[in-house]
């Protein structure tokens, strides 16, 4: 059975940090591609972040210069650094992974980050 579990959402101020991170079972982690989404209420899901299996890295231009993403495929985790957050960065973050040959997506339960003052 597969499973991913985000955890390291909350609260926090504007300029503020978190780092979320997306634990990955029953897959061969190694192999998917590895994305972190984000809906913020009332707005469409959207792309934050992404890191290939071989490594290359893509990120949506509001997380640029703030984010960072990386994984440790021996600990099957894929991980979101949010440095400099912003009221705008409030959403549910949701980490997914995927891969085309054999098509496969899966998705976590999601975490809420909360910026506010």
């Known amino acids: 059975q597969v499973q991913l579990v985000e955890s390291g959402g909350g609260l926090v101020q504007p300029g503020g940090s978190l780092r979320l991170s997306c634990a990955a079972s029953?897959?061969?982690?190694?192999?998917?591609?590895m994305v972190w989404y984000r809906q913020a209420p009332g707005k469409q899901r959207e792309l934050v972040a992404r890191?290939?299996?071989?490594?290359?890295?893509y990120y949506a231009d509001s997380a640029k210069g703030r984010f960072t993403i990386s994984r440790d495929n021996a600990e099957n985790t894929v991980y979101l650094q949010m440095n400099s957050l912003k009221p705008e960065d409030t959403a549910v973050y949701y980490c997914?992974?995927?891969?085309?040959?054999?098509?496969?997506?899966?998705w976590g339960q999601g975490t809420q980050v909360t910026v506010s003052s």
């Open positions: 997914n992974a995927a891969r085309i040959a054999p098509m496969r997506d899966y």
């Open positions: 890191i290939n299996s071989g490594g290359n890295i």
């Open positions: 029953g897959i061969i982690f190694s192999l998917f591609n």
